[in-house]
């Protein structure tokens, strides 16, 4: 966890107390997704009346007894929340639940919304590129917001 969020999450300008909470967060979506594959395959199993899972897991299986498909699948898993976020923004910033908002003390071009729950992105518009930048995150009253 200390590797997710001292390394990966390392350059985001938050406490290590939030970096840690959000490592977590990743982890433990992404074990709750070979939790839900291996209830799955139980039920699967339970369903037919006869094995599924180890013979298909000596099939799927490289040379390290690792499946790469289903830790690709946990790994998208853990990043759903965020990845959804970024598609509604895509789609709309008028849809409900963003609350994208014009955040007047960034300056121009500097847009808030919503995250999860109680976190908000401050966002800075590049007009000649075209993109978006996350400039800082954290919980609703650190960012100014009340």
Same mark, same amino acid.
Request: aromatic share 10%.
């Given at each position: 966890?200390?590797?997710?969020?001292?390394?990966?999450?390392?350059?985001?300008?938050?406490?290590?107390?939030?970096?840690i909470?959000?490592?977590?967060?990743?982890?433990?979506?992404?074990?709750?997704?070979?939790?839900?594959?291996?209830?799955?395959?139980?039920?699967?199993?339970?369903?037919?009346?006869?094995?599924?899972?180890?013979?298909?897991?000596?099939?799927?299986?490289?040379?390290?007894? #690792?499946?790469?498909?289903?830790?690709?699948?946990?790994?998208?898993?853990?990043?759903?929340?965020?990845?959804?976020?970024?598609?509604?923004?895509?789609?709309?910033v008028?849809?409900?639940?963003?609350?994208?908002?014009?955040?007047?003390?960034?300056?121009?071009?500097? #847009?808030?919304?919503?995250?999860?729950?109680? #976190?908000?992105?401050?966002?800075?518009?590049?007009?000649?590129? #075209?993109?978006?930048?996350?400039?800082?995150i954290?919980?609703?009253?650190?960012?100014?917001?009340?």
């Open positions: 966890m200390l590797v997710l969020a001292v390394g990966t999450l390392g350059e985001l300008p938050l406490p290590l107390e939030r970096k909470e959000l490592a977590f967060h990743a982890i433990l979506r992404h074990e709750l997704f070979h939790f839900a594959a291996d209830c799955m395959a139980a039920n699967w199993e339970l369903s037919l009346g006869m094995p599924v899972y180890w013979p298909a897991k000596a099939k799927l299986c490289n040379a390290t007894n #690792y499946i790469e498909l289903e830790e690709a699948l946990a790994n998208a898993h853990s990043c759903e929340d965020t990845g959804i976020r970024i598609a509604d923004l895509a789609r709309s008028q849809l409900n639940g963003l609350g994208f908002q014009k955040w007047k003390p960034g300056g121009p071009d500097s #847009y808030s919304v919503n995250v999860d729950g109680n #976190y908000r992105v401050h966002l800075r518009r590049d007009r000649s590129g #075209y993109s978006w930048f996350a400039e800082t954290g919980d609703h009253k650190s960012m100014g917001h009340g």
